[in-house]
């Protein structure tokens, strides 16, 4: 049985190979000029000194929890395996950023002396670097502790590795995204509104911060977000591999359940690779069709083996239905995500026409499309748990639970692919800043804005992805807490599960507000700099006077530092708190509360803010007034108020709901044992 | 054991009597200049002309549901109780505004002659007779409904009277409340904004509509809203009375189960009579300190007479707690509503000061402020849920649930006065605006003015209130649904269970989605209308010529009308399709869903809005540059967005979770006999 896990191992090596190969010839191509060189050195630079201090604290989170893991539970077992899960998410987010910010300033480059095709595949291939190393190191590690550990020992430990990778996650997705929309908002705010100068332009002080948050949010942030998803999918089906094999009526054993989603992971792995492969840019056409069609191949091959595996290692094709569900259904919530927020739809036209009578009305709409946007995304999640559910069930009763985890399994396994498209977006971006900063030529920005364009599309599917596969590996994770905590109902009717219900739905609304407030405060931090800076020397603004990049980059840094701890502490108290003083079925309430709010939110959270973004483009194509217009004014308004919904409250509330219920499955033997305080 | 019921017939028909009183004291007092007069006769035709179209459609409602009732559970009696409930609840809408639109003149006419005494009175008497209309006809119908029908059928079909009150409080509340908000966005964006004209001045086209708008919206809509949660708290009590004398091993009989919710109704009825008999104003005294004093007496006195007749009727003072706990949770979420949407603490400051970045920051601390406030809230609900169900758990097992009903019942006990305090601020807005269009001494509008700023703090603390008791009661309901369908577990380890979650955690914001774009769409109406107005003829501005009031309150009347007919089907066909299709137990997962998350997402919005009007009075009172300065325009658009948020869509949420709750309820039957198509 070993041999499978060898096979996975085998398969993430080959990932990581791919993805080195990658990043050695990215790294090899044309940096373009000194003034190029330099600035990608400036943006580097602070990526790398947040990392390096957002790291410095993580490593304490470690220590500490580790130490709590192993005297909690006294299982040192697990406590080693989440110290592993946490040094490989940030391995993960470390190697993928790195090439990022080599990617970026050779895309502008390649477009500079190449043209769109090149530049293309560079910045789609520093995505595919991340999203390969997201993949590769999580199948790796698991792998490795299939490899390493007999069965009982994995099932029991293997949650450890889980909860490395969800504390990671919270940390660099919150951290990222406060840094990121901090800048975000302070450059634009200030530069754009105030001063009236162009995006990106080098006078603005704050433009270094904002380029380098693009790198350690959208980049980082969102790679150890999937890499989170992609580990607890296959880490919730291990666990209920028991509870599969036993509902089988020996039609397979537990090791075969254990290790098909490891198969699976492989698999995928190896369709993202074929994917990769297949995107190139035609010269004049859509990149976002070259991209399309690289995750339709990865998708394709993931179906039809699925297919062939699911009969030939769990003797039913009843599996390979619960893995297309999930597939079909990540692929759809992208698209529907597109629908509700590119500026190619009547959603994002309506929020331009509404914009006429003012920001009042852009806010209501946008926050309108946003909730509207939940309701499809809703009924896909509820088709595809009901496909994946009843179609294992048939095989055995007690078997749709472990469907459920297979369909997760299913979505995130094309990661690779997914990863690479999501990550495309945040190295164009820079590298349009680049080219703007160094001031190149007009048409290298074209190029560089058209493949911006299509980033911004990638960029909001890839959330809704992000989502919905948060919602469906939260969900799988859910299962495995009833399987560990060995609950077998966990009743509505029940008054303290209603009260875990309740305070779980609160909870993404108190951590958005967290979320929201802390972008609020060290925007306004930045915009007070900025506006310093303005104001001290005039030079500035005339461009005779270099400003001072570092200290808004410092501002950004501290400020997303130190906002980061409250809700990420509060995301590994809540679910301790509940589970000790209300026992464990008000937690199993808590946990679906705050899954299903949160999911709500997150989506309409992401949504709105992407159709605001795009509503304000709209305008600034030439409708109703075009740029500078008081239509474009209250878009811009829109924009803004989306930032923060979009790359910071929205999508955190995904490692939210990830983290309280790994944080619950770890800590389920505690709980049980205690069995609340009151409760 | 009809003595009881006698009693509550009693108690009603004595609140109705007074009632009647003050109404006829009202309508004899001072109606002030010919001007008021024809003022105020425009207002009520609008407010009349809108009920009369209003009631037309909801009599072809009635009549198509009391059908589907009497074939679809071939009951006739509860199909006559729907017709009974929903007919009553009409009746309470029509009397309190009728009162409303006596006494918003003769308290401006008061507030001329005779100073802040006699026109907080008049004002405050106003009120409440839509309080005393509520409750007293609540209770008389239940009352007459327990006195004529034998126990069995009371406990089988009164649920049908819930239903009728239900089905009119939805569209009571959502056509009220997008006529009110579509008026009042288009008066203040075309007049306040665009033409410079102050709020309220005859000119404006819109300012009719306006003001008939708070009474069809805030005295119509919201009586509407909580004369559904007070029935709907008594027949929840009333169908788990066999439940809870079969827990109480023999210490009390169904029926004095049954009878204890409508005696404390009767005595919160003599209760609110006593505290509204206390409200009195002192001549330079803030007149909120009269109106609580009036609500600490009415909740003293049922707190005084609890105790004594749980253990008098009940055989123990467990129930009191639960009592206690709802009248307890009702005032904290009340104090609680205050501190975050008035301008004297520091949240509205906050959002106040950060608006001097702009319309943006408005926008993102109000929703900070917003999603932050529903923590305690929530807190508040959960001890409360907690303290009704394990102190009357304590007597017997299985008599948790009926606890919390009593806990509701306990909440709305005071509703009379509750009401009473709400109705109070729309009743003062319109005499500020009558008096402002009748052009009467500055001194007058100085004293109506100030009645309205305490009213803005009322009507924010009676949305709390509002939520917290929609979320009592529906939970209460729900438990007469578990009881109903007979289930005795709704697991969430049941997939089905999860599905109806997120469907039913999704409502909520398809519906906010709905009522907001209706008033998007209708504001937008109004807007164009009233520009066309000014266009028109420029004599309407120079204020020589009279603008067509007509024809805006024509508008907002048309598209009430016409929008609240979606979300109002989809409150009634949801629960009916996912009870037939997926089953019971989906239908349970998705009321508490919606019930999680709908009240946070209420209490969210409702908050919100009322922080960002008070905000814009906290600059307008001179702060952070004051009138007419940029931070006053950011809070505006603070303002304009709070307006569908506090007094459409939030409000609007409480009554789709009640009448989803009660519809599944009453169709409970036909679920279990179908039990779920595919489910």
Redesign the interface.
């Known amino acids: 049985m070993k041999t499978f896990a060898l096979i996975a191992v085998c398969a993430a090596v080959i990932g990581l190979v791919v993805a080195l190969i990658l990043a050695m010839r990215i790294k090899n191509s044309d940096q373009g000029t000194d003034r190029m060189k330099e600035i990608s050195g400036f943006i580097r630079e602070g990526a790398f000194a947040f990392l390096k201090r957002e790291y410095k604290i993580m490593a304490i989170v470690i220590i500490v929890l580790a130490l709590l893991i192993g005297i909690g539970l006294q299982s040192v077992t697990t406590a080693i395996l989440y110290v592993f899960g946490a040094v490989l998410s940030v391995l993960a987010g470390f190697f993928g950023m790195n090439v990022a910010t080599w990617g970026n300033v050779r895309t502008a480059a390649a477009a500079k002396e190449s043209g769109m095709n090149k530049a293309l595949q560079i910045a789609f291939h520093s995505g595919a670097v991340m999203g390969l190393a997201v993949s590769g190191l999580g199948l790796f590690g698991l792998g490795i502790v299939a490899c390493c550990l007999d069965l009982a020992t994995v099932v029991q430990c293997v949650t450890g590795f889980g909860f490395g990778a969800s504390s990671m996650a919270l940390f660099g997705r919150v951290g990222g995204g406060i840094y990121t929309k901090a800048a975000d ?1 302070g450059a634009d ?1 200030v530069g754009k ?1 105030e001063a009236g100068i162009p995006e990106d332009d080098p006078r603005n002080p704050a433009v270094i911060a904002d380029n380098v948050g693009d790198n350690v949010g959208d980049v980082a942030g969102m790679g150890s977000d999937l890499y989170e998803s992609y580990c607890g999918s296959i880490i919730s089906a291990i666990t209920l591999a028991a509870v599969a094999s036993a509902a089988s009526g020996g039609l397979f054993d537990e090791a075969t359940a254990a290790f098909f989603p490891l198969i699976m992971a492989a698999v995928g792995i190896i369709s993202s690779i074929i994917g990769i492969m297949m995107v190139r840019g035609k010269e004049g056409s859509n990149p976002a069709n070259a991209l399309n069609m690289g995750t339709y191949i990865a998708s394709g091959v993931v179906v039809i083996v699925s297919i062939i595996l699911s009969k030939a290692m769990l003797g039913s094709f009843a599996f390979a239905v619960a893995i297309i569900a999930g597939l079909v259904v990540g692929v759809a919530i992208g698209k529907i995500t597109e629908i509700y927020t590119s500026g190619d739809y009547k959603s994002v036209k309506k929020i331009a026409e ?1 914009s006429q ?5 852009t ?3 946008g ?3 946003g ?2 946007s ?2 499809w995304p ?2 896909c ?2 088709v595809g ?2 496909a994946a ?1 009843f179609a294992t069930e048939t095989v055995g009763t007690g078997m ?2 472990y469907g ?1 985890a297979l369909a997760a399994v299913g979505m995130l396994s094309t990661t690779g692919m997914t990863v690479a498209v999501d990550a495309y977006g945040p190295v164009s971006d820079n590298a349009g800043g680049i080219a703007e900063m160094a001031e190149l030529p007009h048409e290298v920005r074209e190029i560089t804005d058209k493949l911006d364009a299509v980033g911004n599309t990638t960029a909001a599917i890839g959330k809704g992805f992000a989502i919905g596969s948060a919602a469906l590996t939260a ?1 799988a994770l ?2 495995s807490y ?1 399987a560990v905590t060995g ?7 029940n ?5 875990g ?6 909870l993404p ?2 951590f ?2 967290f979320t ?2 802390s ?2 405060r060290a ?2 931090q930045m ?1 007070e700099e900025v506006r310093r800076q303005f104001r001290s020397d005039e030079g500035i603004l005339a461009g005779t006077v270099k400003p001072d990049y570092a200290h808004c980059v410092d501002i950004s840094t501290q400020a997303a530092l130190k906002e980061m701890i409250v809700p990420g502490l509060m995301a590994i108290i809540a679910p301790l708190a509940v589970g000790i003083i209300l026992g464990p079925e008000a937690l ?2 808590m946990l ?2 705050a899954l ?2 949160g ?2 939110m997150a989506l ?1 959270m992401a949504n709105a803010g992407g159709a605001w973004d795009n509503a304000k483009k709209f305008v600034e194509e030439g409708h109703y007034g075009g740029k500078g217009s008081e239509t474009h004014k209250a878009t ?2 829109g924009d ?2 989306g930032d ?1 919904f979009k790359d910071t409250s929205g999508p955190s509330i995904n490692i939210l709901i990830k983290l309280m219920t790994i944080v619950s499955v770890v800590f389920a033997p505690l709980f049980v044992a205690i069995g609340g305080l009151i409760g």
Chains 1, 2 share one sequence.
């Open positions: 908002v705010l509104v509404q009578t003012g920001a009042a009305t806010i209501i709409s926050l309108g499309v909730m509207m939940t309701v809703i009924i999640i509820a748990i009901f559910y749709g639970m459920i969900l859910f299962a009833s609950l077998s109902a966990i009743s509505l009717l008054p303290i599960v209603i009260i219900l309740f305070i779980g739905a609160m609304f108190m958005s507000a929201m407030n972008v609020g925007a306004n915009i199993g309430g679906a509360g299903a709010a999911v709500l309409m811009v308004v803004t108020v923060p």
